[in-house]
C-alpha cells in the first residue's frame, strides 16, 4: 500500500484553488506516520456498524438538483458514486447522464457489471466494466480525475480495472488546460496490492480523511497502512476507540485520523450504544 509522501501532500494542498477543491480521494494523509501512538488511548464506545439504512439511500447531485441538471456522460465516465463507509447511511452521488436515457445504476451491490469497488466506494459506469482491460499494478492509471473549474466539480474516467484484492492510490497530478481557457487538475490513480505489512506497536494502522459536506453528510477516504498483529483489530470508523485526530486542513474543510490497532474485547464488550438490559 503506497500513501502520499509530504511534499506531495503539501504540493496537492498549494496547487489547489480556493474556489476549487481537491477531489477528496487525492488526499492520502502521510508525514504524519512519525506520530506515535499513546500508552492510553481513549476508551470509547463501540459504534453502531450494523444498524438498517435510515431512510433509504440518499442521492445527492454532483451538479443542480436533479437528473436534468446533470451533463451527458463522456466514454467511460463514473455516472454515479455509491458511497458505503456509513453502512447505516449509504448515499450516492449522481455525476452524469448516460447517453441514449440508459440509466446509471444505484445498486449497492458491485456485481452489476457496471461497478469498479474501492474500499468502500463502488464507481458505477454506463458501460460494462467487464470490456475494461486488466490493469498493472503501478504502471497503469486506472481512472483519472479532472477538476472542472468551470463548474467547480469533477470529472472521473476510467481506463481499465484494478486486479482483485486491490486498492487505488494516487499515481501522479498533472496540470491541464479547459476548453474554455480554465486551468485545472488531473489526477491519475494507479492499482496496488491490499498491503501485508504487519504493524509496529506505536505504528497506525489506518488513516482517514474527512470532508464535511453541505448537504451534512461526512465523505471519507480510509487508507489501510498496514495490518494488525493477531488478536488485534484496525478501526473501520473515524468515530471508532483506537482513533485520534491528525492535522485539519482548514482551506479544503479536511480533518484526518490516525487508526491505531486495538486489543480485541470479548464478546460481551460488544454492546450497541443505546441497547436496553
Request: aromatic share 8%; hydrophobic share 30%; net charge positive.
Given at each position: 500500500?503506497?500513501?502520499?509522501?509530504?511534499?506531495?501532500?503539501?504540493?496537492?494542498?498549494?496547487?489547489?484553488?480556493?474556489?476549487?477543491?481537491?477531489?477528496?480521494?487525492a488526499?492520502?494523509?502521510?508525514?504524519?506516520?512519525?506520530?506515535?501512538?499513546?500508552?492510553?488511548?481513549?476508551?470509547?464506545?463501540?459504534?453502531?456498524?450494523?444498524?438498517?439504512?435510515?431512510?433509504?439511500?440518499?442521492?445527492?447531485?454532483?451538479?443542480?438538483?436533479?437528473?436534468?441538471?446533470?451533463?451527458?456522460?463522456?466514454?467511460?465516465?463514473?455516472?454515479?458514486k455509491?458511497?458505503?463507509?456509513?453502512?447505516?447511511?449509504?448515499?450516492?452521488?449522481?455525476?452524469?447522464?448516460?447517453?441514449?436515457?440508459?440509466?446509471c445504476?444505484?445498486?449497492?451491490?458491485?456485481?452489476?457489471?457496471?461497478?469498479?469497488?474501492?474500499?468502500?466506494?463502488?464507481?458505477?459506469?454506463?458501460?460494462?466494466?467487464?470490456?475494461?482491460?486488466?490493469?498493472?499494478?503501478?504502471?497503469?492509471?486506472?481512472?483519472?480525475?479532472?477538476?472542472?473549474?468551470?463548474?467547480?466539480?469533477?470529472?472521473?474516467?476510467?481506463?481499465?480495472?484494478?486486479?482483485?484484492?486491490?486498492?487505488?492510490?494516487?499515481?501522479?497530478?498533472?496540470?491541464?488546460?479547459?476548453?474554455?481557457?480554465?486551468?485545472?487538475?488531473?489526477?491519475?490513480?494507479?492499482?496496488?496490492?491490499?498491503?501485508?505489512?504487519r504493524?509496529?506497536?506505536?505504528?497506525?494502522?489506518?488513516?482517514?480523511?474527512?470532508?464535511?459536506?453541505?448537504?451534512?453528510?461526512?465523505?471519507v477516504?480510509?487508507?489501510?497502512?498496514?495490518?494488525?498483529?493477531?488478536?488485534?483489530?484496525c478501526?473501520?470508523?473515524?468515530?471508532?476507540?483506537?482513533?485520534?485526530?491528525g492535522?485539519?486542513?482548514?482551506?479544503?474543510?479536511?480533518?484526518?485520523?490516525?487508526?491505531?490497532?486495538?486489543?480485541?474485547p470479548?464478546?460481551?464488550?460488544?454492546?450497541?450504544?443505546?441497547?436496553?438490559?
Amino acid at each position: 500500500m503506497q500513501v502520499l509522501t509530504p511534499f506531495l501532500f503539501a504540493w496537492l494542498l498549494s496547487g489547489a484553488k480556493a474556489v476549487i477543491r481537491t477531489p477528496l480521494e487525492a488526499f492520502r494523509p502521510s508525514g504524519e506516520l512519525h506520530v506515535k501512538r499513546p500508552d492510553k488511548l481513549p476508551l470509547l464506545p463501540h459504534r453502531k456498524t450494523s444498524a438498517p439504512p435510515k431512510g433509504g439511500l440518499k442521492v445527492l447531485y454532483q451538479t443542480g438538483v436533479s437528473e436534468e441538471d446533470l451533463p451527458m456522460c463522456r466514454a467511460r465516465q463514473v455516472c454515479s458514486k455509491v458511497d458505503l463507509y456509513d453502512s447505516s447511511q449509504p448515499w450516492i452521488e449522481r455525476k452524469c447522464r448516460c447517453l441514449g436515457h440508459r440509466p446509471c445504476s444505484s445498486n449497492l451491490s458491485p456485481d452489476d457489471n457496471h461497478t469498479l469497488a474501492d474500499k468502500t466506494t463502488l464507481y458505477k459506469t454506463c458501460e460494462p466494466v467487464r470490456r475494461l482491460p486488466k490493469c498493472r499494478y503501478f504502471k497503469d492509471a486506472a481512472w483519472t480525475l479532472y477538476s472542472l473549474p468551470d463548474s467547480n466539480a469533477t470529472q472521473q474516467i476510467v481506463n481499465c480495472h484494478c486486479p482483485k484484492m486491490s486498492v487505488t492510490y494516487l499515481l501522479k497530478k498533472l496540470p491541464y488546460t479547459t476548453p474554455s481557457g480554465e486551468q485545472g487538475n488531473q489526477y491519475q490513480f494507479a492499482c496496488s496490492p491490499l498491503s501485508r505489512l504487519r504493524c509496529s506497536r506505536k505504528e497506525p494502522c489506518k488513516l482517514f480523511s474527512v470532508r464535511r459536506r453541505h448537504e451534512q453528510i461526512d465523505e471519507v477516504n480510509a487508507s489501510t497502512v498496514c495490518q494488525c498483529p493477531r488478536d488485534h483489530t484496525c478501526p473501520r470508523h473515524h468515530t471508532e476507540p483506537g482513533v485520534l485526530a491528525g492535522v485539519t486542513y482548514a482551506a479544503e474543510d479536511i480533518r484526518t485520523y490516525h487508526g491505531y490497532c486495538m486489543p480485541e474485547p470479548p464478546p460481551d464488550v460488544y454492546r450497541f450504544v443505546g441497547d436496553k438490559d
